[in-house]
């Protein structure tokens, strides 16, 4: 079964850092999105991407944020200068259609730890 | 705004026994529902959906799910849990680019 690839498992990095996170979506979906959880609380919708650019973003993805799809496979969340409270569980996300009939993918997260 | 209510945080169930998770959403228009079950550091699984049609939808695993519009519920049952059931379970609404509005979240807790 297709799968959405996230890399790494695990980042430490120290406050004030720039990450990158990395997902692989399923390859012929169309809408790809960004959640965190932070530990212990609800999963939270970052961002939408679709068609080369945002769709819809929360209060929560703030200048701080950026994504990007590089090169047509690779789906990326950009943290410019962390904080400690970015500290979370992220999961990317994709789809093939806008109103996921046909199934609404999440990859095993990325865990980034702000020390 | 559209929002979930798991009003569970805890269920303990013993193993076999019957289960029944709440779920109760407010959303504008015809919701789209989900529930996922996430296990200790790991990612979401869907375990079943809803768009339209028949009511009682079933999922993965043995579970099953039951949209009430009279009841604003879209609670997740099964006959009969095992003890590999033991996870955090999401109910989640929305669609669209807007992304999915999750609960909190129920721990399922399985006695042996």
């Known amino acids: 079964e297709p799968e959405v690839t996230q890399t790494p498992s ?18 012929n979906h169309l809408y790809f ?12 919708f970052l961002v939408s991407f679709y068609n080369n ?9 703030d200048d701080q944020f950026s994504v990007e799809r590089p090169d ?11 904080k400690l409270e970015d500290s979370a569980m992220y999961f990317c996300a994709s789809s093939l ?11 095993s997260g990325t865990r980034l730890t702000v020390v | 705004a559209q929002s979930v209510t798991q009003p569970d945080i805890h269920i303990t169930v013993s ?3 019957s289960l029944e998770l709440r779920c109760n959403y407010s959303y504008g228009a015809t919701p789209y529902l989900f529930w996922y079950v996430q296990s200790p550091g790991q990612g979401l699984q ?14 993965i ?5 039951e949209f009430k519009r009279s009841q604003s519920s879209f609670n997740l049952r099964k006959p009969s849990v095992h003890w590999s059931d033991a996870a955090e379970y999401f109910c989640a609404v929305g669609g669209g680019a807007d992304g999915l509005t999750f609960g909190k979240g129920t721990h399922l807790i399985i006695q042996p």
Request: charged share 25%; net charge negative.
């Open chain 2, 15 to 17: 193993e076999g026994a």
């Open chain 2, 46 to 59: 869907l375990l079943l959906k809803y768009f339209s049609g028949d009511t009682l939808v079933q999922g």
């Open chain 1, 10 to 27: 695990h980042q430490v990095t120290q406050m004030g850092q720039e990450v990158i996170l990395r997902c692989v979506p399923i390859s």
């Open chain 1, 97 to 107: 259609d806008r109103d996921h009939t046909y199934g609404y993918t999440f990859g």
């Open chain 1, 72 to 82: 047509g496979s690779n789906f990326t969340l950009k943290i410019r200068s962390t």
């Open chain 1, 53 to 61: 650019e945002i769709s819809e973003k929360s209060e929560i993805f």
């Open chain 2, 61 to 65: 695993k043995g579970f099953e799910a």
């Open chain 1, 33 to 44: 999105y960004w959640y965190r959880q932070i530990l212990g609380q609800k999963v939270e």
